[in-house]
C-alpha cells in the first residue's frame, strides 16, 4: 500500500513539475491551447489556430487562424503575447503558475491576460490593477522555475 501511494505522489509531482516548466503555458506543447492569441486582439474572442498555420516561438508552437495573424505575431510577438506566458494572472501574482481556460481571457492596457477559470477571473477583476502590479513583481521571480 506504500509503495502505490508513494508512486502516485511521484507521478503527481512529476505532472505539476511538467506542466510548470515552460515559460510559455503550453499543454502538448502548443502555446495557449493552441488559440490565436493575435484573434483575442482582432476578433475580440477566442480563436482556435490551426496546425498548418504555426510558428516556434520560446519553446512553444504558436497556432494562428489565419496568414496575417500569423505575420502580425511573427513581426512583433511581444505585442500579442500573453502577460505570464499565458499562465493565470491571479495566480502569478501570488507567486505560482497555473494553468488557464481561454474563455478568461482580458485585454488590459494593450496586454493580454488569462486566469485559471471564471471564478478566478471574476476576483481577479475587482482588484486587477493591484494583481496586475503584484504579478509584474512575481514574474520574474518564477516564470523559469518548475
Known amino acids: 500500500m506504500n509503495k502505490v501511494l508513494f508512486a502516485a505522489a511521484l507521478l503527481l509531482i512529476g505532472q505539476a513539475t511538467f506542466a510548470q516548466k515552460s515559460e510559455i503555458f503550453a499543454p502538448k506543447g502548443k502555446a495557449i ?6 484573434a483575442f486582439f482582432k476578433d475580440a474572442r477566442p480563436t482556435e489556430g490551426a496546425d498548418s498555420l504555426s510558428y516556434r516561438y520560446k519553446d512553444a508552437e504558436w497556432l494562428f487562424a489565419s496568414r496575417a495573424n ?20 491571479y495566480g502569478t ?5 497555473a494553468p488557464t481556460e481561454a474563455e478568461t481571457w482580458t485585454i488590459v492596457n ?8 471564471m471564478k478566478v477571473k ?12 503584484k504579478a509584474d513583481t512575481q514574474w520574474p521571480l518564477i516564470k523559469d522555475k518548475q
Not at 122 to 133: G, H, M, Y
Open 93 to 97: 501574482s501570488e507567486g505560482h503558475k
Open 33 to 38: 491551447q493552441g488559440y490565436d492569441v493575435v
Open 122 to 133: 471574476n476576483n481577479w477583476s475587482k482588484k486587477r490593477e493591484e494583481f496586475i502590479e
Open 110 to 117: 494593450d496586454k493580454l491576460y488569462f486566469n485559471y477559470n
Open 70 to 89: 500569423l505575420e502580425a505575431f511573427k513581426a512583433a510577438p511581444e505585442k500579442y503575447e500573453p502577460q505570464y506566458g499565458g499562465y493565470c494572472a
